[in-house]
């Protein structure tokens, strides 16, 4: 398995998160087949994320690169909002490996990492559409927490789709 690291993003990596957000998009657009989300633009190129420039600007708001020896594979967003409207202190926001990184032990070794070096309770959001991911989180927060998980099914105006919460102790995993 490739060595993964994860690298904070200042606001000198933003042309470097517009241009992964293209691949993320693109990844998902498949999911918003009925939804007005995920259309080309005249030039080609899907809208730019609105919310980017929060994570420089609010706090409690980081933007991490996620490498595979040393070479660029993705990215992760984390932040303190809830989607179940419930007390947290992290989330998962935002979260892509580019697919030659895929099912090759990158995402895991990435997203254990980010959650186990920041202690606390966490909230794992995943989209009701997209089952390959919320298997992934599944996985990720039983490593992390056991059968010490909520899981909650949720529809509402915060979220459609699965909410995973669960707290995450300093060294563990």
């Known amino acids: 398995m490739a060595e993964v690291t994860l690298e904070p993003a200042g606001r000198e990596k933003r042309r470097t998160l517009v241009n ?15 939804r007005p989300e995920g259309e080309l633009g005249e030039d080609g190129r899907l809208e730019e994320y609105g919310l980017l420039d929060n994570y420089w600007n609010e706090p409690r708001h980081e933007v991490l690169l996620i490498r595979a020896n040393g070479r660029l594979a993705g990215f992760a967003m984390v932040n303190a909002y809830s989607h179940s409207g419930l007390p947290l202190d992290f989330q998962i926001a935002e979260f892509f490996v580019a697919r030659k990184h895929r099912r090759s032990g990158v995402g895991r070794a990435a997203a254990l990492a980010i959650i186990s070096a920041r202690p606390g ?44 919460r669960f707290r995450a102790e300093a060294g563990e995993r």
């Open 121 to 164: 309770l966490w909230e794992l959001a995943v989209a009701r559409r997209n089952t390959d991911a919320q298997a992934f989180w599944r996985r990720i927060a039983a490593l992390i927490a056991g059968d010490r998980v909520e899981e909650r099914d949720q529809d509402d105006d915060r979220w459609n789709g699965l909410i995973l």
């Open 20 to 34: 992964l957000f293209q691949l993320y998009a693109h990844d998902f657009s498949e999911q918003w087949f009925d």
